[in-house]
């Protein structure tokens, strides 16, 4: 279950439905715990000790042929993209049913981010500073491309999404970006195409940026490194370095 892209200080809801459909009424649990993948877990936790998700009511009884509604709630404290938990869901004391649960928090109602493993980042838990985006961050992305002997060269994509949390704790739900142009006539003009290079996003919906690479005819370009800048209205900036890697015999 993911609970999406939350503003620091505010909160998301998501509702489960528990249905008891036999004839004897049943004692019911929802326990929140690490997620875990193998030996390896992740706790997420906020700077003031309280759990970024909570259930409600946690625990309680089912009569027979009823339906009992549980709020699952995430509220970030932090910015981090990786709040994880476990929702361990029992029945009579036997777990019937386990969610994995994810948020990410952000300090601005308008973020960023790369799709498609285009930005490298390690899983790590909320707490640790890695997990930390900065603000006015650096974006490396890298464009992959490859030709076999004798062809030109093929384009290479990439995504960023661009993001607006509706919030009622600001006044302007609607977010604007624009990017830097690159130099006219330059190479990299002709190489690298931003879409769209502005626009507007209305709060609670995002917008996807595709970034290409399209290599020149005639080849002589194995790879070329680019530089611009977003501006992410409102307050924030980014810096986006785009790299083309050419792989020979792809």
Known sequence: VDLGD???????????????????GVKYEVELTASCIGTKCFRSSNLSGQPPFTSVPSQGFIE??????VSISFSPDHQSLFYEATAIISINSQVVRTLELRGRGWCNNVFLEVQGGGESRPRTESMEAS??????RVVELTLMHHSAPGEEGRSAAQQ??????KSTTVKKNVCEFVFDGFPVNSIQSKCFII?????SV??????????????PKGGGVQSLQAKTNVCLCPCLESKITLLSLHLDNF
């Open 6 to 24: 939350v503003l620091v200080g505010d909160s998301a809801a998501h509702s489960l439905q528990l249905k008891n459909s036999s004839l004897l």
């Open 64 to 69: 027979a042929n009823k339906t009992q509604s």
């Open 131 to 136: 997990s930390f985006p900065d603000a006015d």
């Open 160 to 165: 960023i999404r661009i993001g607006c949390i």
């Open 195 to 199: 879409d769209p290079i502005k626009s």
């Open 202 to 215: 209305e709060g609670g919906s995002f917008k996807t940026v595709s970034v290409s690479f399209h290599p």
